[in-house]
Nanobody
Framework: QLQLVESGGGLVQPGGSLRLSCAASGFPLDYYAIGWVRQAPGKEREGVSCISSSGDFTNYVDSVEGRFTISRDNAKNMAWLQMDSLKPEDTAVYYC??????????????????WGQGTQVTVSS
């Protein structure tokens, strides 16, 4: 059974950067597309980015396009989300999640059936 564990969250000032990591165990990661999903206080979960099982397809929600970069290394069973030019509105709990494939509706969370425990990202001065 696939298990996912996120790390790398924290407090950062606006304009700063963070790199989130997702470590997979229990099943080869290359069977799955990996997404990053966030949930801000009082809001629904929102898909932020997705990368296909091979890594040759990625997509991003408009609000992070050009600022966030998703990547993976199947040999290491790892995925990452590099977040640059962070804004206060990026504050949320960020989850790593697995799905059979990425969809064009990147904000949609229903395709994901395995989730990590989440890591808090706070952007504040």
């Amino acid at each position: 059974q696939l298990q996912l564990v996120e790390s790398g969250g924290g407090l950062v000032q606006p304009g700063g950067s963070l790199r989130l990591s997702c470590a997979a165990s229990g099943f080869p990661l290359d069977y799955y597309a990996i997404g990053w999903v966030r949930q801000a206080p009082g809001k629904e979960r929102e898909g932020v980015s997705c990368i296909s099982s091979s890594g040759d397809f990625t997509n991003y929600v408009d609000s992070v396009e050009g600022r966030f970069t998703i990547s993976r290394d199947n040999a290491k069973n790892m995925a990452w989300l590099q977040m640059d030019s962070l804004k206060p509105e990026d504050t949320a709990v960020y989850y790593c999640a697995a799905a059979a494939w990425c969809t064009v509706y990147v904000s949609e969370v229903r395709p994901y059936d395995t989730w990590g425990q989440g890591t808090q990202v706070t952007v504040s001065s």
